[in-house]
């Protein structure tokens, strides 16, 4: 009777300590794969700066309201080894994610790049805004490198040639990268992009790439339609070749630093800058902008023609009218101008 009653209250523990275990697999179940992340708007991302420790992480987590349970997702961390390795880096975090999932998301460190596009910058100030504003570095600190004489000649340029190194075109960089290693990974863009071909092209005309650029820049800044770009280059460089000033209206502009101005007068022309083409021959010390592929390769593709004279057309707007002859050129621009004063355009 005795031995019975032994085995009932064995079987009573037996039965006991599995439900236990039930319970206890069934909550482990549930705080590693239950749906933890519930985005109220879908997928978002989470930030985690350089040095931070799993406080800050939480705390991050919890201002952008990102979980439901807290001590769970904290207990799966310790478990994994994450509270002690945080590592920075911006991560998108799936709606209806688990803890499980997003832990070793956050430990191993699988970032989401960042899709960098630039196009249509001028300034330094303008590339170290645009770009600085995506990442962990500061805008602040991008403009120090672009104006330090330095960090330039480290990728083989100067102050005023330094903007050419930037490509505009779309790219995935890393949230966290420092801003000396997004400089060489432009730079190892612009080995990329100047390929045996350019090169050879660039030769052919007599050019460096940077003067190129710094042509392809004033071609940009002349016209929006892409049919024009090659023979406003080809335009350019037939004066280059009899060293006739280019007299580019942009740069001008950009020598007085006032992009706002519509019609350029013989006062404009008189401003005593290496960008002021009217009375400088030759190109430019740099670039005006950052020219697009397109306008690099409208100039190493230029067409070869007799244009030396060119104005913008009063009968098609957004156009230009080319001529080779001086005469040509000047009841062209007379034309133009009359139509400036009659639409007032000052």
């Known amino acids: 009777m005795q031995m019975d009653r032994k085995k009932y209250r064995l079987r009573q523990l037996i039965v006991l300590a599995m439900l236990l275990f039930v319970c206890f697999s069934y909550y482990i179940y549930q705080i590693l794969f239950t749906p933890n992340f519930q985005w109220q708007k879908g997928d978002g991302y989470l930030y985690i700066r350089k040095g931070a420790t799993f406080p800050e992480v939480l705390d991050s987590i919890k201002k952008n309201d990102m979980m439901q349970d807290v001590k769970s997702f904290a207990f799966i961390a310790k478990l994994a ?28 460190a699988k970032q989401e790049p960042v899709k960098l596009t630039f196009n249509n910058i001028r300034l330094k100030e303008d590339l170290a805004e645009k770009v600085g504003s995506k990442f962990y570095f500061s805008s602040d600190s991008l403009l120090f490198y672009l104006k330090d004489p330095a960090t330039a000649h480290r990728y083989g ?50 050019l460096t790439p940077v003067q190129v650029s710094t042509l392809a820049s004033i071609v940009e800044a002349e016209t929006n339609q892409q049919s024009e770009r090659s023979r ?115």
């Open 232 to 346: 406003i280059a080809g335009l350019y460089i037939n004066r280059l070749n009899i060293n006739m000033p280019l007299q580019a209206d942009p740069t001008v502009k950009y020598a007085l630093r006032d992009f706002s101005i519509k019609r350029i007068y013989q006062g404009h022309t008189q401003i005593d800058s290496p960008y002021n083409t009217y009375k400088y021959t030759g190109l430019p010390p740099g670039p005006i902008d950052l020219p697009s592929i397109a306008s690099i390769d409208a100039v190493l593709n230029y067409e070869k023609n007799k244009y030396l004279y060119f104005c913008a057309s009063c009968t098609r707007l957004g156009f230009h009218d080319f001529t080779e002859t001086y005469n040509d050129h000047i009841n062209n621009a007379n034309r133009y101008r009359n139509y400036l004063d009659k639409v007032q355009i000052k």
């Open 157 to 206: 340029f100067d102050t005023t040639t330094f903007m050419s190194m930037f490509i505009p075109n779309t790219y995935q960089v890393y949230w966290d990268v420092t801003g000396r290693d997004f400089l060489d990974k432009m730079h190892n863009e612009y080995r990329t992009f100047w390929t045996t071909e350019r090169l050879n092209k660039a030769k052919a005309i007599g």
């Open 81 to 108: 080894g994450y509270q002690e390795r945080v590592r920075p880096g911006r991560y998108l975090i799936k709606a209806n994610s688990n803890n499980i999932k997003v832990v070793r998301l956050l430990r191993n």
